[in-house]
């Protein structure tokens, strides 16, 4: 039968973990400074306004539709969309309270300068400022209930510190892949809050798996340090880990190149969760529990030491 990674393995992933915290640590600190120094671009769906997805017959130029929308009634941008030339975004962000009513005189200007026949209007939406920060106040309230949860679940599932371990891991992956999103220029809306949502689940996933086998192994070997114990439950556990997540990434890059500039930010953000995700599970939250159970240790013996 095909083996990925051999039986008896040995990779001592446990005696990198201080390198993997400075690379994490850097990563996380690049990723707070983009939020919040550049911060996110919010989408309509977040920030209000009106959405206009048109396709030309024959492309046009970008200055020719700047000039047919100047005086539509708001600041109309003009962005390329999508992979075939001719797509265009037409945005009017939080404008007046007649949201809708900027979408049909949008369609009046390119009727009058390039013909009815010209294009054809893909989809219209509109969002009014208060509803798009309700919306935006929400998607962020639930990233960061799931997070937490998940965290409770793995404490309660098993030990409080496989779930400090894992809540610390899951903001890392959080963090890192809206840092990369923010990067990249990738606007956030409500398809980029369900992708980070099952980038926390994919996650969890992979750190319930190796914490179940660190578990069942510490009951197994009771003579061996935790150290040598959390780094053959991870050799275990790795041929399970490389191919979920392999076969995972495979599925999203196909989508990410042929799906279309519309889940573009969506199949990003998976890649760069889901590559974080696995990395986390093996050399974030392990490496916490096992310094999670040397603190207890070192607390432990201080009393012992002072009644002698």
Same mark, same amino acid.
């Given at each position: 039968m095909?083996?990925?990674?051999k039986s ?15 690379v994490s640590g $850097?990563?996380?600190?690049l990723?707070l400074?983009a939020?919040?120094v550049?911060?996110p671009r919010w989408g ?8 206009v997805?048109v396709?030309?017959t024959?492309?046009v130029?970008?200055?020719a539709?700047r000039? $047919?929308?100047?005086d539509v ?12 030339p001719?797509?265009?975004l037409l945005?009017v962000p939080e ?5 809708a009513?900027?979408?049909a005189?949008i ?10 026949d ?5 989809r219209t939406e509109a969002?009014?400022?208060?509803v798009?920060?309700?919306?935006r106040r929400?998607?962020?309230? $639930?990233i960061?209930?799931a997070t937490v949860?998940?965290?409770?679940y ?5 030990e409080i ?6 809540? &610390? $891991?899951?903001?890392h992956d959080?963090?890192v892949a809206i ?10 809306d ?11 689940g994919?996650s969890v ?5 190796i914490?179940?086998?660190i578990r069942e192994n ?7 340090p935790?150290?040598?114990i ?11 880990t490389?191919l979920?997540?392999?076969t995972?990434l495979l ?6 190149v042929f799906g ?6 969506f199949?990003?953000?998976?890649? &760069?969760?889901?590559t974080?995700g696995?990395y986390?599970s093996i050399?974030?939250?392990?490496p ?6 040397k603190r ?5 013996e201080?009393p012992?030491?002072?009644?002698s």
């Amino acid at each position: 039968m095909f083996t990925l990674i051999k039986s008896g393995t040995s990779i001592d992933f446990v005696g990198n973990r201080r390198l993997a915290f400075v690379v994490s640590g $850097a990563i996380v600190l690049l990723s707070l400074a983009a939020i919040l120094v550049v911060g996110p671009r919010w989408g309509i769906d977040f920030a209000g306004g009106t959405l206009v997805h048109v396709r030309f017959t024959d492309p046009v130029a970008i200055g020719a539709l700047r000039t $047919a929308l100047a005086d539509v009634g708001g600041e109309v941008s003009v962005q390329d969309f999508g992979t075939a030339p001719g797509e265009y975004l037409l945005r009017v962000p939080e404008s007046g309270s007649d949201l809708a009513g900027f979408g049909a005189r949008i369609e009046e200007k390119l009727d009058g300068a390039f013909g009815e026949d010209a294009y054809e209007v893909l989809r219209t939406e509109a969002v009014g400022p208060r509803v798009g920060e309700e919306l935006r106040r929400k998607g962020i309230l $639930a990233i960061v209930v799931a997070t937490v949860m998940m965290g409770v679940y793995i404490g309660l599932r098993f030990e409080i510190r496989f779930g400090v371990g894992a809540a &610390v $891991a899951l903001a890392h992956d959080v963090l890192v892949a809206i840092g990369a999103l923010i990067v990249m220029g990738y606007e956030f809306d409500l398809t980029i809050v369900a992708a980070l949502l099952t980038v926390v689940g994919f996650s969890v996933n992979d750190t319930v798996i190796i914490s179940d086998r660190i578990r069942e192994n510490m009951r197994k070997i009771r003579r061996q340090p935790l150290s040598a114990i959390i780094n053959q439950s991870i050799n275990e556990t790795l041929s399970r880990t490389v191919l979920t997540a392999g076969t995972t990434l495979l599925v999203i890059l196909a989508l990410f190149v042929f799906g279309g500039s519309v889940i573009h930010g969506f199949a990003f953000a998976l890649l &760069v969760g889901i590559t974080v995700g696995t990395y986390s599970s093996i050399f974030v939250a392990s490496p916490i529990v096992l310094a999670l159970e040397k603190r207890g240790s070192a607390r432990s013996e201080r009393p012992a030491r002072a009644a002698s």
